[in-house]
């Protein structure tokens, strides 16, 4: 089992900053991505930005510019740093892992953290 813990959500006023981390821990054997997603209050939850074990990045064009996705292979975490929010970018963030257990099944993971409130307002 893999346990994902967020952390660095808070209340924020327009044009700052905030900066995300998340770290994974438990039964790894190797993790290829991992990601930030978000869901606002009445939507569906979307991608933000994702991260491989060999650095290539994604984002989605909300945050293009904004927002950067960075990863400690060594610690299985991954940090998100925000600059310039904006209040749509209202949210809870979820870090997410994809990789495999040290089985010899090699056996596959798409695990979730729990979540941290980013709120942006004045």
């Known amino acids: 089992q893999v346990q994902l813990v967020e952390s660095g959500g808070g209340l924020v006023q327009p044009g700052g900053s905030l900066r995300l981390s998340c770290a994974a821990s438990?039964?790894?054997?190797?993790?290829?991505?991992m990601g930030w997603y978000r869901q606002a209050p009445g939507k569906q939850r979307e991608l933000v930005a994702t991260?491989?074990?060999?650095?290539?990045?994604n984002y989605a064009d909300s945050v293009k510019g904004r927002f950067t996705i960075s990863r400690d292979n060594a610690k299985n975490t991954v940090h998100l740093q925000m600059n310039s929010l904006k209040p749509e970018d209202t949210a809870v963030y979820y870090c997410?892992?994809?990789?495999?257990?040290?089985?010899?099944?090699?056996?596959?993971?798409?695990?979730w953290g729990q979540g941290t409130q980013v709120t942006v307002s004045s």
């Open positions: 991260i491989t074990n060999g650095g290539t990045t």
């Open positions: 997410n892992a994809k990789g495999v257990t040290p089985t010899w099944a090699r056996e596959p993971f798409d695990s």
């Open positions: 438990g039964s790894i054997y190797r993790i290829y991505a």
